[in-house]
């Protein structure tokens, strides 16, 4: 799911094989010169005007980023898939399948396949080092880069338990590198983290939050080196929201329903902050409630959105007919906005209830259902320059089946909503149209300026110039 502020996996409840098994498995953009314009200045040009004014930073910043992405291309693919493999033995696994999530790390590139597959590939020999299974009843459901200690994190479910529970299991990336991925170590082992419980990495605050539904224990790790700093136990929690530096604690309702009492802890220590009560209309539904900074943002259904000062109460009201509930948030803690996601749109809002920022040229593009595209952050990545990457939808495409259709990748400026750059293909281009056909995931390395897309057929894509 997109957090607003770290990274959450469920465990499920009772799963049998052929929900892991995957039936998609098998499976235009005209020419532009490029135009002359006042802008196209040379580099020593460029730093100058930069210098000049804001506006002229601002068009530096613009174009520094269009000739960044300029004439990127489909470099290398390389196949997630190997029937041959030894190391697979599950059945359901032995398929092609498609790829779900993709991290990167310097040389190293990690995906991860629908079936639960985890592939560590080299990213210079273009070669795979690694699977991450480390068992051969393993299901690994979601993939953490933990860069506080430069490790990769699995968090899986085994067949034994009927793939149940959630555990994890931490590797350091120097063991990746060398093959030897029995090195890695076992995580939060004293928790049982069956449905509905679950563990989030939170990158702010380099924290890891767990929850044991059979002891109805919350417990907040630290990520350097995973030690529990405390434990929460209250059977009225309902949720809690994790923001910079604290944790709201969401308690269930009051009889009547008329407020829902809340709680703010120090994510440091578990110090109470403050207890607070909140207002709601009685017998409607909370559609959302999220916390940022001492910002509290609720909404009822059909109701207004309310934005509280927790600090001052002072309360900020947005309509609703224009602010619609979206699906899922991001929290832009740089620059204090948050952005919504709602049938496929998204939008940057302000703490004032402005709306900041809609976005000209980024539609997100279903691979295969509609559902899957706005709950999924996994074809959206947004870099530390004020971009966002997307898989997007391709207005120059023709094809009216979305079987048929292929989609771009878009990058997109957060503060202006301009499309700086897109990835697309010629129409003649028959081997970049399927690399852009069914994108499941991407990632931007920033480092390296490469974007990675995974697709439905199992390839992984790497982009650049």
Known sequence: LISPSGKRTYAGGSRCEEEFSDDDSASKSSKRGRSRSPYDWSIFEKLRKRETNQLE????FLYSVKEKFLNSKLQVEIDTFDPESPEIKMPFQR???KVTEIVASSDLIFTLTKTGVCIAFDRDKLKRICFLN???DEVIRSLYLNKVNNSIITVSVFREDNFSSLRCRSTHLQYVRKKETNAGFALFESESLRWPGFVEFDDLNSKVLTFSSEKNEYKIWG???YELLYTIIDSRIQEIKVSPNILLLIFSRSHG????PLRILDVETGEVLRDFKHLLHRHKKIDFMEQFNEKLLIKQERENLQIVDVNTSRVVEVERSHFLTPSAFIFLYDTQLFMTFRNRSVT????????VTKFDDHELWPIDDQAEAHTSNNNIHLSQQD???SYCKNYDCKHA???DAHGSINISSISTGKCLAKISCDSESHHHRHALKGVSALYYNEDRNEIYTGNRSGMVCIWSK
């Open 223 to 225: 990520l350097a080196n």
């Open 387 to 389: 971009l966002i990457i």
């Open 401 to 403: 089946n979305v079987d």
């Open 348 to 355: 940057a809002w302000n703490f004032h209830g402005e709306l």
């Open 57 to 60: 930073a601002s068009r530096f």
């Open 95 to 97: 398929t092609r399948s």
């Open 134 to 136: 480390a068992t051969d």
């Open 257 to 260: 329903g008329g407020y829902i």
